[in-house]
């Protein structure tokens, strides 16, 4: 069996990194976007809490 083309070699670390670098990127959009609605969904759950306790005190006398 006759070794490979110097060129070649490259090849198999240049795919793994490229593809690694694709997958990361990939897991970095899907996780920033749930994040922030997931803040987004907290501060709005956060907000009409604070709204039913100011509005839902009763006075005493």
Not at 33 to 38: E, F, T, W
Not at 48 to 54: A, D, G, K, Y
Request: glycine letters at 4%.
């Amino acid at each position: 069996m006759e070794p490979l083309a110097h060129g070649t070699t490259a090849a198999g670390p240049a795919l793994l990194i490229s593809t690694m670098v694709f997958f990361a990127v990939l897991a970095l959009d899907i996780a920033i976007p749930a994040l922030v609605l997931s803040l987004m969904a907290l501060l709005r759950w956060l907000a009409t809490i604070e709204v039913r306790f100011v509005q839902s005190g009763r006075r005493t006398a």
